[in-house]
């Protein structure tokens, strides 16, 4: 993992933002479903994906097909 001269791996910020957001996101609809913890367990589970997508991206293997090493998001 490739680190800046502060010692803050790089693109580490963009995916904390974004999974703040998410959070935001997730307990705003819960609120409309009265619901606030689903809409926390509906944020976390679309984060994770976010996520590996975001650092799929980030390797430049996205949409690879490799039967070798499988299938990549």
Known sequence: ??????????????????SVVLLGLGVLVGLVLQNVW???????????GWLIAYESSRGRNVGV????NGVEL
């Open 1 to 18: 993992m490739s680190e800046s001269a502060t010692g803050w791996p790089r693109g580490r910020t963009h995916w904390i933002l974004g």
């Open 38 to 48: 689903l809409g926390v367990v509906l944020a976390v589970v679309v984060s994770i």
């Open 65 to 68: 097909n490799d039967p070798d």
